[in-house]
């Protein structure tokens, strides 16, 4: 087996399907249809006061010169927490862990976890238009030299969306700067930006797109997908399950870098009353 991680990612993408097409019917089912839109359109929102765990499944084929491909799983809880009656400071925790093969050079192969990213974003209570603001911080969490930076980052992170019943429109963007870490290791001076639109509707279910751009100033290089979704909203006994799959369609990027083409398969735990 050349890829046993990634052969499980696939079984894995299969099963979140299968949830998919029968997620409406079970939908349909709940009394609280008009609770669970407002579920959907709170997990759209990136700084909604709500805790959440999504665990993100990304799969990569056909990178670089040596065709190859990459497994990652980002953990990423999202917990809230009120400062005053009008501003919530919700913070984001991205922890990547990545199987990858035939990256680095041909038949090679490298499993561990990679730079963690942190940030926090103030929030104040609006309606309609809706912004966060604060710092995003680059950890140097990766167990493997080729799976991170060595370097620990800083800078501001921003996020302007509008919001009513049913849709979503908006973007989130950070850029960050290496302030220290090993010497010999090049400089990160990154920038990300999310732009994202979805609907939801009275099931739970929802509709989407989002461009994703990541800009390295330091080694001049552009990647950008285009990621339509899927996703609907589900219970396992009490605990409350979003799920989305969306292909991964790779726009522009560096030959060294950029996938042929890619597919990722969110479950996220919600904890509504939290």
């Known amino acids: ?10 079984k894995y993408v299969f099963i979140v399907f299968g949830f998919l097409l029968n997620f409406a019917a079970y939908a349909q089912e709940e009394k609280a249809g008009a609770s669970a839109q407002e579920l959907a359109d709170k997990l759209a929102n990136p700084v909604a006061s709500l805790i959440s765990v999504p665990l993100q499944n990304n799969l990569n084929y056909g990178i670089g010169p040596f065709n190859g491909s990459k497994y990652t799983i980002n953990i990423q809880p999202v917990v809230p927490f009120k ?14 862990v990545v199987d990858q093969r035939d990256i680095t050079g041909e038949n090679t192969h490298q499993f561990g976890l990679s730079d963690a990213t942190v940030t926090a974003f ?16 680059l950890v140097p969490t990766a167990t493997e030299k080729v799976l991170g930076t060595e370097k620990f980052g800083i800078g501001p ?5 509008h919001q009513g019943k049913g849709l979503s429109v908006g973007f989130l963007a950070n850029q960050i700067w290496s302030v220290a870490g090993n010497a010999d290791r090049a400089d990160v001076n990154s920038f ?8 939801s509707y009275k099931s739970g279910a929802s509709l989407g797109v989002n ?15 285009i990621n339509p979704s899927i996703g609907g909203i589900t219970k396992f006994g009490d605990q409350v399950v979003q799920f989305s799959i969306q292909p991964l369609i790779p726009v522009v990027g560096p030959h060294e870098s950029r996938p042929d083409w890619g597919l990722r398969a969110v479950v996220a735990f919600v904890f509504p009353g939290a």
């Open 1 to 10: 087996m050349k890829l046993p991680m990634c052969s499980i990612s696939i």
């Open 83 to 96: 400062l005053s009656e009008n501003l919530n400071l919700i913070t984001r925790y991205i922890l990547p």
């Open 122 to 137: 103030f929030a104040p209570k609006t309606k309609g238009l809706i912004f966060g603001f604060g710092p995003a911080f």
């Open 157 to 161: 992170s921003v996020l302007v969306m």
């Open 192 to 199: 990300y930006t999310q732009i994202f639109m979805s609907h």
């Open 211 to 225: 461009a994703e751009i990541t800009q390295s100033w330091e080694a001049n290089t552009t990647m950008i997908s």
